[in-house]
C-alpha cells in the first residue's frame, strides 16, 4: 500500500505522518510537492496539518489553488481515498471535496490538547475496524476548526451518514460541554457523500506512535490499510 | 487605472466570535447604544482597465473564484477612479 503526502509552504504535520505511515504501519510513503502535477501512484493521498500559505485569506482557501490539487480533486473523483488531517480539512472544504466550512473556534482561542471523539460512522475505509460509538483519544490543535453548514447541509449530511467522527467526553457524551470549538453537532470529522474522502480536525498521525500518550489514532491507518489491501 | 472597494461580510446566520467580544469591550467602555457588532474584511484591489462593464465582470469572478466563500460569506463592492 502506498501513500502520498503533499506538502504546501506551511505544512507542519507531513513528517508526523511520514513517520507514522512508514515507520508504524510499514506502509510506502512519497511526499508530493505542492507544485507537483502529477501525484505518484498513491493507494491514499494525506493533506497534512500545518498553516498552508500561513493561512493567508482564510485556512486553506490559498491551497486550493496549487497544482497539485487538480491532480488530487481528479484522483478523488475517481474514487481515490483522500484523508486531510486539520489544516488538511480545510483545503478540502475550500476546494469543496467537502462540504461546509471550518470557522474560528468560538472562544477566539488556538486549541491544543487531548480529545475524545466518538466514532459515530464505522462504514468507512477509515474506521472500519473501530467499533460504531467507540470513543477514541485523538488530540485536537488548531484555531479553525468551527465546522459550519447550513440547514439543508447539515440534514444532508445525517441523512447521508456522512458525520463520522463527533466530540465527546471519555464516556462518549456528545453535549456542549463536551464541544471545545463550537462545531454543529459537535462534527470533528465527515466524509464525502461516496465515502472516499474524509476530512478531520483530530489528529490520528499524533496519536499512533504509544510515546505520544494515545495510541488511538492507528485505528484510522490501520482501518485504511486493511482496506487498500483486502 | 480603477480602484475597487470590496468588502466580505460574514452572513448573518454565521456567529462571529470576534465581533461579540469587540461588543463586549465596547459595553465595559460604557457604549451602551451598541446592539450589534460584525467584523468583516475590505479589500482593495487596483485593476488597469477602462470598460466598467469588464471591470465588474472581473471582480465577481475574483470574489466568486478567491476573496469570498460562499458558504459562509456575501460580498459587495464600489469602483471608482484612481
Known amino acids: ?230 | 487605472m480603477q480602484k475597487a472597494t470590496i468588502y466580505v461580510t460574514l452572513k448573518p446566520q454565521v456567529l462571529d466570535p470576534q465581533g461579540k467580544v469587540i461588543m463586549n469591550a465596547l459595553h465595559t467602555l460604557g457604549y451602551k447604544n451598541v446592539t450589534e457588532v460584525r467584523a468583516s474584511k475590505m479589500f482593495e484591489v487596483t485593476l488597469d482597465a477602462k470598460d466598467d462593464a469588464d471591470i465588474k465582470q472581473e471582480i465577481e469572478e475574483i470574489c466568486d473564484k478567491v476573496l469570498a466563500n460562499p458558504n459562509i460569506e456575501t460580498y459587495y463592492y464600489k469602483i471608482h477612479d484612481e
Open chain 1, 1 to 230: 500500500m502506498k501513500y502520498n503526502i503533499i506538502i504546501f509552504p506551511g505544512s507542519n504535520c507531513d513528517y508526523d505522518a511520514y513517520f507514522v505511515t512508514k515507520n508504524l504501519m510499514g506502509a510506502e510513503v512519497e511526499y508530493v510537492w505542492h507544485k507537483d502535477t502529477s501525484l505518484k501512484y498513491p493507494d491514499c493521498v494525506i493533506i497534512p496539518g500545518g498553516f498552508s500559505y500561513g493561512d493567508y485569506l482564510r485556512a486553506g482557501a490559498i491551497a486550493k489553488f496549487s497544482p497539485i490539487m487538480k491532480e488530487v480533486i481528479t484522483f478523488a473523483n475517481k474514487g481515490g481515498l483522500v484523508l486531510g488531517i486539520c489544516n488538511g480539512f480545510q483545503v478540502l472544504t475550500e476546494t469543496k471535496l467537502l462540504p461546509g466550512t471550518l470557522l474560528q473556534n468560538k472562544s477566539l482561542l488556538f486549541i491544543c490538547k487531548h480529545q475524545y471523539v466518538k466514532v459515530v460512522n464505522n462504514k468507512t475505509p477509515y474506521t472500519h475496524i473501530i467499533e460504531k460509538n467507540q470513543v477514541l483519544d485523538i488530540p485536537i490543535a488548531h484555531n479553525e476548526g468551527n465546522f459550519f453548514i447550513d440547514e439543508d447541509g447539515l440534514k444532508s449530511l445525517q441523512d447521508d451518514q456522512q458525520i463520522v467522527f463527533q466530540y465527546c467526553d471519555k464516556e462518549g457524551h456528545i453535549d456542549d460541554i463536551t464541544n471545545p470549538n463550537g462545531s454543529m453537532l459537535n462534527i470533528a470529522g465527515i466524509v464525502n457523500k461516496q465515502g472516499n474522502v474524509l476530512g478531520m480536525m483530530p489528529h490520528p498521525e499524533r496519536s499512533s506512535d504509544p510515546i505520544c500518550g494515545s495510541k488511538d489514532g492507528q485505528n484510522i491507518f490501520l482501518s485504511i490499510m486493511e482496506f487498500i489491501e483486502k
